[in-house]
């Protein structure tokens, strides 16, 4: 059995998302983390922020942070394959943190 990982995973999401809808957006993406076998271990809102230039015609964003522990990539691919299709939201980061 490989070892596992742990990973950061940083999104930002449409600012003018209505509540309910961000938090339904942010339920649905740690459950596909979590389906496809990864243990999230936070989840949370990080910050509104301001962009140094517009991202998809918005000029601020909500930085959403995940950090979960994984010992397979087909979580992480999941989530990565539905972020970059998903229109509420605007970009994605996904580092493997160092043990």
């Not at 930002?12 to 998302?17: E, G, M, S, T, V």
Request: charged fraction near 35%.
């Amino acid at each position: 059995m490989s070892q596992s990982a742990k990973y950061e995973v940083l999104y930002i999401i449409r600012p003018d998302l209505g509540e309910d809808s961000k938090k339904e957006l942010v339920e649905q993406f740690d459950k596909v983390l979590s389906i496809g076998g990864a243990e999230v271990t936070e989840s949370k809102d990080w910050a509104k922020r301001r962009f140094a230039y517009e991202i998809k015609g918005y000029k601020e964003g909500i930085y959403h942070l995940v950090n979960l522990t994984t010992d397979n990539s087909e979580a992480i691919d999941e989530f990565e394959r539905l972020a970059r299709i998903n229109d509420n939201i605007l970009r994605h980061m996904i580092v493997r943190l160092e043990d």
